[in-house]
């Protein structure tokens, strides 16, 4: 996989320094520019597939990037090395490759840098940015491009890094300090990036249900050394197989699973996270995450509601229907005592509600499926039956309608197939809410 190197250059006539790196390391010798040195820092062990970009406007091709562009008292001309002939100097097997850009006075000049940067760079590359020297709106402009090149070219920022010259003081003054002295701090600013990968996945879970990003940010990030993510560090994979886990079963309709499902350990995992060493903003994303599945427990009727408003939420229409029917067949034979694994028990229930439904006639209980007559009549004398017979059989014709994909005469639209659940599953929880407030209040007596 290549890597690359990208800086902007600035106009100005830098004064000489040192550079301490995030790691405490401070360089050597002194440097008139920043690329100089995180380049000799980062890129000196690159090879011929890599490459160092260097963007240059007009004015700061002709200062900084070719040699003796800046003028003394009375226009003399002051010996100097440019940035090319400095990274030239260090014998590197990098390319080494500049372009030319817009000043980036309006709006139509800082899309055409968008656009020359943007068609730098590789698929898949490795990148490295350098925002020092980066004038007026550039920096933002860069965390943007990023960001988007990241989604389209699959590029991945190993580091972004800006050296705070003005750390020393106002320029007169660091003048006055020997160079030897003059030690600019290098900030990594990498978190920025990573944030906005988290910010992305973190929103793709919360809207989409889909956890696949924050599991690629994770494995990835683990196996490079370079990435600092501060998230990465105490993000256990465990805790992302169990959303993934839940998210499955809630898309596969496994409701023995849901039942389960283990959703006490899954939020104590994720609060010890927020405990851990990470900034007050990676754990806002944690809360996001959080909050997502707060509602959710193991007790049947809560459970039934919040899958089922889970699935609404994020468009899973036909596991609504799916889960609504499984579930309330389910809770009738936990009324009954009965075995809900069974597939003969849950097709009793199910014939009971047909009957309920249809008003099939005593008489006319010949299928095999209406053998045990007696336990059908106490079937109809259950409270969940009764209350949710209505709802139940407005399902049924719902899931006929989407099972054989709107081919049928009386086909619903998607609207009305929303809306119409939308309001079953209100009817549910007027339902299941009352009757789980009465029986709670019953116990706590």
């Given amino acids: ?67 003796n562009g800046h003028s003394g008292r009375e226009g003399k001309a002051i010996t100097n090395l440019g940035l090319k002939s400095r990274i030239d100097s260090l014998q590197l097997k990098a390319k080494v490759l500049s372009y030319s850009i817009k000043e980036g ?3 139509a000049e800082i899309w055409e840098i968008f656009q020359s940067i943007y068609d730098s760079f590789k698929e898949n590359e490795e990148v490295i940015v350098d925002i020092t020297h980066s004038f007026r709106s550039l920096p933002m402009l860069l965390i943007t491009l990023l960001n988007f090149a990241k989604q389209v070219k699959k590029i991945r920022v190993l580091g972004i890094y800006y050296a705070a010259f003005e750390n020393l003081g106002p320029i007169q003054k660091v003048k006055e300090i020997p160079v030897a002295q003059r030690i600019a701090p290098v900030l990594d600013l990498t978190s920025f990036s990573n944030l ?6 973190t929103y793709d879970f919360i809207n989409n249900a889909n956890i696949n990003l924050m599991k690629s940010l994770v494995k990835h990030s683990s196996k490079q050394s370079t990435v600092k993510d501060p998230i990465v560090k105490y993000f256990p994979t465990r805790v992302l197989d169990r959303i993934e886990k839940l998210i499955n079963n809630i898309a596969l309709c496994r409701g023995k699973e849901l039942i389960k499902f283990n959703f006490t350990e899954l939020k104590n995992d994720l609060n010890e996270l927020k405990n851990k060493e990470i900034n007050q903003t990676f754990k806002i994303l944690i809360d996001e995450i959080s909050n997502k599945i707060s509602n959710f427990n193991n007790d049947y009727q809560i459970l039934v509601i919040n899958l089922s408003e889970w699935c609404l939420q994020h468009r899973l229409f036909q596991q609504t229907i799916t889960l609504l029917q ?26 009971a509600f047909r009957i309920k439904s249809q008003k099939i006639k005593e008489e006319e209980w010949n299928e ?19 209350k949710l017979t209505s709802s139940f059989n407005k399902l049924t014709d719902i899931r006929n309608d989407v099972n054989h994909s709107g081919f049928l005469d009386d086909a619903g639209s998607v609207e009305s197939i929303k809306t119409n659940l939308e309001n079953i599953l209100q009817a549910y929880k007027q339902v299941l809410g009352s009757h789980y407030a009465n029986q709670s209040l019953q116990s706590s007596k």
């Fill in 1 to 67: 996989m290549s890597k690359s190197f990208i800086s902007i250059l600035g106009t100005n006539d830098y004064l000489e320094c040192l550079h301490k790196f995030p790691d405490g390391e401070v360089s050597t010798d002194p440097v008139k520019y920043v690329q100089e040195d995180l380049i000799n820092n980062i890129c000196k062990d690159w090879t011929e597939d890599d490459e160092i970009r260097i963007y240059l406007t007009e004015e700061a091709k002709k200062r900084n990037w070719f040699d």
């Fill in 326 to 351: 499984e579930f309330s067949i389910s809770l009738v034979l936990n009324d009954l005592n009965l075995q809900t694994s069974y597939k003969s028990n849950r097709n009793l229930v199910s014939q």
């Fill in 105 to 107: 006075f309006n709006e």
């Fill in 368 to 386: 095999p499926a209406f053998s045990n007559k007696d336990l059908i009549k106490e079937i109809f004398n259950l409270f969940y039956f009764d």
């Fill in 196 to 201: 906005q990968e988290w910010t992305n996945a």
